[in-house]
């Protein structure tokens, strides 16, 4: 084990009533679609769904329901502007999870 590693080796415990919680974040990230989408909104303040479908080449019906679990989640907010509706990143502890785990696969 490295020094680096040694020094930030700390015990993670969750509570009973938390555990549900961090396996819904875990069960989220798991969908290939939703990396996807949450990837594409942080290269973008604010995307529209149809902005969304487009660049992932995906159907605007299921880049919805994804937008959707991830809303309820809270992860991403929602702003209706007209018909459109945009979304952008709401939760700072989401993009940090994605790019620990981008970095840990690129051996960082």
Do not use: W
Request: aromatic content about 4%; some cysteine.
């Amino acid at each position: 084990m490295t020094a680096a590693k040694a020094r930030t080796k700390k015990p993670i415990e969750f509570e009973e009533a938390e555990l549900d919680d961090v396996i819904d974040i875990f069960r989220a990230l798991s969908d290939h679609s939703r990396v996807r989408i949450l990837s594409a909104l942080t290269r973008d303040d604010s995307l529209c769904v149809s902005d969304i479908a487009e660049s992932l080449e995906m159907p605007i019906s299921r880049v919805s329901h994804h937008l959707s679990t991830l809303k309820m989640l809270g992860f991403v907010r929602s702003r209706q502007e007209g018909k459109q509706v945009f979304y952008s990143i709401d939760d700072d502890c989401i993009t940090d999870i994605m790019k620990r785990a981008r970095d840990h696969v690129a051996g960082n």
